[in-house]
């Protein structure tokens, strides 16, 4: 679906809401913090600028954000755990404005990390951005996962299959779904209002998920880490523009 430039611009300010998050939780990631306290701080952001959590109520989902520790990939749900030094911590917020989306996601540092962790880190980020380089006018969909894919494999590192990219507008998660990793066709033409959640989600081991009993949190079938870097994205006249950054 295109956007109007009055819907990308509502879309825009709730891009700013999810940075604002992403700047205020950073802030706060540390040891001894625990992931309710992280949400906590995700919800005061919120409200104070009006907006609504897209994440809270989501097929019953009890949070504002996603907190997802270590070997978590995606959907922990925030709670008792203590954040311990070496730890990574992935945080996966949204916020609604007048009815429009905005979500991304983060991994950070927990003190000091391990070389591997931290390589994992990067080259995650890393793929993001590859990919958000492609959100052009006329070129394939498909495109945004050869571009994590070719980043991504000389590591090594597992590219979850499972779990993938997304159009976003007045609903989170909208047609079309955006693999990480090239699914062997080019797909369709991406067109000026296009507006993707584009969301890399790479495993220091193999790629293979387990979710947990909860229902939501999925984790690495092998228990090694994993990052998960995600922003919204709008197909610009003059190339790609990212929502969920600040000013």
Same mark, same amino acid.
């Given at each position: ?27 706060? $990631?540390?040891?001894? +913090?625990? #992931? ?8 005061? @952001?919120? /409200?104070?600028? *009006? ?92 495109? $945004?996962?050869?571009? +994590?894919? #070719? ?8 590219? @979850?299959? /499972?779990?993938? *990219? ?82």
């Amino acid at each position: 679906m295109r956007r109007t430039k009055d819907e990308i611009a509502k879309m825009r300010r709730a891009g700013k809401v999810v940075a604002e998050i992403h700047e205020k939780t950073r802030a706060v $990631i540390a040891p001894g +913090v625990t #992931t309710l306290q992280i949400d906590k701080v995700a919800r005061d @952001v919120i /409200e104070a600028r *009006g907006a609504r959590s897209n994440f809270l109520g989501y097929n019953g989902f009890p949070a504002v954000i996603c907190t997802s520790p270590n070997g978590m990939i995606v959907h922990g749900i925030p709670g008792s755990y203590v954040l311990k030094e070496g730890d990574i911590i992935s945080i996966d917020a949204g916020a609604i404005i007048e009815g429009y989306h905005g979500d991304a996601a983060y991994t950070a540092a927990v003190g000091e990390i391990s070389d591997q962790a931290a390589l994992l880190l990067k080259v995650t980020e890393e793929s993001l951005w590859k990919a958000i380089d492609v959100i052009r006018d006329g070129n394939r969909l498909n495109e $945004i996962g050869r571009a +994590v894919e #070719t980043h991504v494999k000389p590591y090594g590192f597992g590219i @979850v299959r /499972e779990y993938v *990219g997304h159009g976003i507008g007045t609903a989170m998660h909208e047609s079309p779904q955006i693999t990480n990793y090239w699914p062997g066709e080019p797909g369709p033409k991406m067109k000026v209002g296009n507006v993707f959640a584009v969301e890399p989600m790479i495993n220091l081991g193999a790629p293979e998920t387990v979710t947990l009993e909860d229902g939501w949190s999925v984790v690495t079938k092998d228990g090694s880490l994993s990052a998960h870097f995600e922003h919204t994205i709008v197909v610009g006249e003059d190339g790609p523009e990212v929502l969920t950054v600040s000013d």
